[in-house]
């Protein structure tokens, strides 16, 4: 550890000097004090990646600082989705008092314990759907209703959302047993995408495990189905998975996975460039990471969109979800203070409605304010993501709530920080719900 830091300390000694600056000129641009930096340019501090990421961007490093600080090993890499028809189911429970919670258990012993002895009340499965479903607005009903999930998923926490669309997926997959190929064809296509959901919910929740567990499923019927592209899709979920583990690596490996699956449509391929430039922004790649974000442009452009069923997001979306990803990208590569810009405009056209994103993408707002050395207007918005994230409780928005915690907890002594601090400790001590 010591010796990583005195190689970063010479370097960033020797890159502020290429670049004409003074410690005290170098301190003032990344918002930490002279005498923080000089510990670190003296070897006496470890280097954090937040104060590499402003320095490379400062001095045009290029991400080269960011790559001297030794970060932890990214958790285990994520199980291949894959349809696993003899491993684990999950067990839904629901109390009197309304919570709800899945356990997972192996099928057999599953299968062993009965369906009674489990929950004490047998429903069986759904009749199968005849020819005529697709037809008599079954189908158009589900469609319907899959909408206003979304919509309850913006505005209120996994818990409630995840008993409601493990319903409707175990409902739809029992009536497509059985059912005429087109129609069971539609209910799995469409039990498959109530599934994808489930996996977004799920890591809401911060559950990683059940997350992929409902992604596997969902490939599996969506190839059942004739749908390739969920598999592809999926890709674009693990790499979600990586993103918020920071790893830039595994994130941008399975990006480009996604982008250069065969028949991947042009909407697919542009949201797995945005994640691929989310990957590149982590590692402080700048280049790659405009590329990726060109890219994405261009092929989201393309995109049909007039179907309500399209994948990724529905509360932002084509040149509206790049600016923001942009925003996202621009404050991972140090440019914080071009990132509070962008966020600024962008953040005004989400629907009011959407909290789920105003709470993810403003808490990167917050951040970038943060970051910029702008504390109270950080302080301001930290109060106005509180809001939103308390309503929709998640387990993402809570990890940059921790950095932005670290970032305030520094300038506790300023009286907009004092104000929001303790609320903000409150909301990260709480048990997700």
């Known amino acids: 550890m010591a010796e990583q830091s005195d190689v970063f300390g010479v370097e960033l000694r020797r890159l502020r000097t290429a670049a004409g600056l003074s410690l005290a000129a170098l301190a003032q641009q990344v918002h930490y004090s002279k005498g923080y930096l000089g510990k670190i340019e003296t070897g006496f501090k470890q280097p954090g990646v937040d104060l590499a990421r402003r320095c490379d961007a400062v001095l045009g490093a290029g991400g080269r600082l960011a790559a001297l600080v030794d970060q932890p090993a990214p958790a285990s890499p994520l199980a291949a989705v894959a349809a696993d028809g003899d491993g684990e189911v999950w067990v839904m429970s629901m109390a009197p008092d309304g919570s709800s919670w899945m356990v997972p258990m192996p099928r057999r012993e599953a299968i062993a314990a009965g369906a009674a002895s489990l929950l004490g009340l047998t429903l069986g499965a759904p009749r199968a759907a005849s020819a005529s479903a697709a037809h008599d607005g079954t189908l158009a009903a589900f469609r319907s209703l899959f909408t206003e999930v979304r919509k309850l998923g913006q505005t209120t926490s996994p818990s409630v959302v995840l008993p409601m669309v493990t319903v409707h997926t175990h409902t739809l997959r029992g009536m497509a047993n059985g059912a005429p190929t087109p129609v069971r064809e539609q209910l799995l296509g469409l039990a498959a995408r109530y599934s994808e959901y489930a996996g977004w919910m799920a890591q809401e929740a911060g559950d990683d495990r059940a997350a992929m567990w409902w992604t596997r499923n969902a490939v599996e019927m969506g190839a059942a189905a004739g749908d390739t592209e969920m598999a592809t899709y999926s890709l674009i979920r693990q790499a979600l998975i990586t993103l918020y583990r920071e790893d830039a690596a595994g994130t941008v490996d399975l990006a480009r996975q996604a982008q250069a699956a065969p028949g991947t449509s042009p909407r697919v391929q542009g949201l797995a460039a945005l994640r691929e430039a989310q990957g590149h922004a982590l590692a402080c790649d700048y280049d790659n990471c405009r590329r990726a974000l060109d890219r994405a442009a261009v092929l989201l452009a393309r995109a049909d969109t007039a179907d ?80 939103a994230a308390d309503l929709v409780d998640s387990a993402t928005v809570r990890q940059d709530l921790k950095q932005l915690a670290r970032l305030l907890g520094r300038e506790r002594r300023q009286a907009s920080v004092s104000e929001v601090y303790p609320r903000l400790n409150a909301a990260l001590r709480s048990q997700l719900h």
């Open 308 to 387: 309500g069923m399209t994948m990724g997001s529905a509360s932002v979306s084509g040149a509206d979800l790049i600016s923001l990803v942009e925003a996202w990208c621009l404050h991972d590569l140090g440019r914080s203070r071009q990132a509070a810009d962008a966020f600024d405009r962008q953040l005004s056209l989400v629907p009011d409605s959407a909290h789920r994103t105003h709470a993810r993408f403003g808490a990167r707002r917050a951040l970038a304010y943060a970051s910029a050395g702008d504390i109270d207007h950080a302080s301001a918005l930290t109060a106005k993501v509180l809001d």
